[in-house]
């Protein structure tokens, strides 16, 4: 990781409603906070309980001023979906690290559309019904520091696959300057009492996950 | 130590802070959080949503005259309804503390405009506080119950989407215990009657007031002047400032909190100081104005644009002269609008109003999706309460014929709100407009908030429940009938049973949202699923637009199958296909 002290760090957070985006930003704004540093958090989720997008972003450093980041200058892209993902590559930093959760969510408009109907394409450049299948390679194409993740899988063996969140946020642990024990307190007293267990493990499976 | 929290949690904090006894609104994105953290973590304040933001206005002033501290809060829009008291409550002033907060929504993230409410200060004469984080959300919430107060009159916050929806830290001085003020009957009728004899002097007061309000604008410590050196000077409010930190954090700045009335002498000095000065400011040049009207040169919107929100990079490119090319996405991606859930008591609704070819005047709520694909079926939306007037407009002047191809669709929280008088003037005068209500117990679109007619307070409390059928009756409405929204053949045939009636008519659908938060009320089926061997792949059962259908390509047929995650069983697809393959 970049040195925090000079420069302040971008994430952007990208999924589908009711994947617990937020949760997750909350949880890295949370920690940062802990670990004393400025941090800033902007969510756009205006209509996303009706599968619409959900986009989220934190900043953090020494003093931040803008919640959101500028054109370009996204450090950690975390997509919790692949779509979702693709449609955040333009706004990233040439050296950007990309963490993605192995998951598809079909739009509603790939159904809508009139035969000839396709789910899945190869480039994904020429239609707007068609879901790109080779999303990941799309990805890696562009940044070669990008990483996918089960999170599906891992979040199973967690225990609840409802803990995505916590996957991904753990594999993005690797690569931030905060202890173990401030990630846990974080989620201690950011998920519901009867959850906490399986919440950590999600985060130490994402943790250890490669 | 410091608390991570949104503009809209650090109002409520400090409305709780500042010793409010009483806090009123009506649901609207991005403002509802302010009373849902007053209502959840403060509860000793009185906190309600009222029917409509004219109503939550009215109490909180109300509150204020018996001389509690009062909040009201809502969406920009919601403040155009709550106009009418606003604009005399000026004139009255206050007794405790009034605080209007109105949150903007540039970029319109989930509104049907992006008015600049900054005008309203200036048009009702009162205070405008302008925070640019959290901290500042805390903190002026606070000062704007001590300047209600010192200058007998209502103040306004107003955030904006990006202040009320983000986090940043907010450090919290330990003050001395919550105080409420002592509440009494007023007696005082020049102050609070509002007859021409009386409000003529209250004008004569305001005019007074202003002046001391902009000699305390002058001195007010939140309106700062940063970084003295350079030739180039910026004067900024509301977000705007953090963007201009972020693109040059050294550069001259004169940041204002209060920007009505506008700290006149302090822009004077500033302005001098520098060789070109700037306002960067979102939305309308609200500033801009108010400051070339003091014969000050400043540059604004000819440089940075009257609409959308402002970020860090329109900023910078505004500043070094030269537009930063944002770079766009090249892919070719699949859009992922906002649909309607799946078993959404409205697909069934609207499947049908699309079937017949009606005109449908359409209203604000989840059903407002229903413009979009693929669903294609409201024709016109306005404000809350607009669909059953403009339909009832248009009925007046179409040919007889064409009277019967239109409805007005709305739903029970904005029926409520705003649709009673629009359905009085169909009765009154004579129509014979159809008027369907969507009555789904709840305020849906902005997270499902309690209503009059939702049998919950905005604490959870069980409360009576207004009857909308009944409303409809005692206006006159002689035709209210009642469908299950699930039963396509019946929604069709009441209908067109109605839209040919000589005489105004109420259709209500009234079945429950599938994610009310009062969930023993919400009737879950077991989900359906296809059978692929049987399914022909004639697509005509994803007319419905219901998002846990999906389809599959098998053995080179395009067919489809059931999300079971998603499915909760409502059989509207069932219906819909001709060879019954689908079925529990």
Redesign the interface.
Known sequence: MKNTDFKTVNFLFAG?GGQGVLLAS?IL??AA?IANY????????????????VISQVRFGKK?????I???EVDFLIGFEI??T??C???LAKDAKIIVNNQKI???????SL?????GGEG?????????ENGFE?IKKGFKDAELIQGIMLAESAGDNKTVNLVLLGRLSNYLPFEQNVWEGVIKRSVPPSTVERNIHAFRLGKRSK | MKEFLSGNEAIAKAAYDAGVQFAAGYPGTPSTEILENIAKRYIDVYAEWSPNEKVALEAASGASMAGARALASMKHVGLNLAADPLMTLSYTGVNGGLVIVTADDPGIHSSQNEQDNRHYARFAKIPLLEPSDSQEAYDLTKLAFEISERFDTPVILRTTTRISHSKSLVSIKKTAKRAVKKTAIPNNIEKFVMIPSYARERHRIIETRLKRLQNFSDKFPYNRHENKKGKIGIITSGIAYQYVKEVCRDIPVLKLSMTYPLPVNLIKRFAKGFKKVYVVEELDPFLENEIKALGINVIGKEKLPSFGELNPDIIEGALIGKRKRIRKNKLMLPVRTPIMCAGCPYLGIFYTLKKLGLFVAGDIGCYTLAALSPYNAIDSTLCMGAGICQAFGMEKVLKEEERKKLVAVIGDSTFLHSGITGLMDIVYNKGITTVIILDNSTTAMTGRQDHPSSGFTLKGEETKEVNIAEICRVIGVERVRHINPFNLSEIENIILEEINQKMPSVIISKSPCVLLKHKSRVHRQPSLTVDLSACNGCMACLKIGCPALERVEKDNLSLVTINTMLCNGCRLCVDLCRIGAISS
Not at chain 1, 64 to 68: E, K, L, N, R, T
């Open positions: 589908v909350d704004s949370e906070h400025d941090v800033k958090k902007s969510d756009i989720h205006g209509m996303s309980q009706r599968g619409g997008s931040v001023y803008s919640p959101i500028k054109d370009r779509l979702e693709l449609r590559l333009n706004m079909y739009p509603i408009s790939i159904y809508s035969p000839p109907f396709s789910k994904g450049f020429s239609d707007r019904n068609i879901y790109p799309l």
